[in-house]
């Protein structure tokens, strides 16, 4: 397999392994919004979020998903889901200062694939495979 191959691949496993973790999120905001509004509580200090809105900012996120994992407008939806994982992975810094707390260590998954949006977003003219749109 040449270089420019196993980049390719590389690029395209990253996007599909985080996609498997946004899909995730936001599905579990239309199937059990009462856990997206504790989790809005908690972490991005929005007490209240009601089950419609979190449904609304749950279909944004699918549009916004299905954009990444097609790679569609890569600039901006590969930068759209770093900004987001990056919110996300910053405003759990209470479960970092405690990481053998309950499931805290759970949290320093985040990381990684925090590191993996960055490297899809700077590498985002490389990933070439299986994309929608060519830039």
Known sequence: ???????????ML?????????IIWTLDKFVRPEHAGVV???FYHLPGVGHAILAVIAAIELLLIIGFVTGYKRKWTYGAVLVLHA????????QYLAPFEGGNILFFAAWPMLAACYALYIM????????????
């Open 1 to 11: 397999m040449k270089n420019t191959d196993r980049l390719a691949v590389s690029l």
């Open 14 to 22: 990253l996007r599909v392994s985080v996609f498997i973790v946004m």
């Open 40 to 42: 809005y509580d908690k």
């Open 87 to 94: 919110i996300s992975t910053v405003t759990s810094y209470k």
């Open 124 to 135: 985002r003219d490389q990933d070439t495979m299986w994309v929608v749109d060519s830039q």
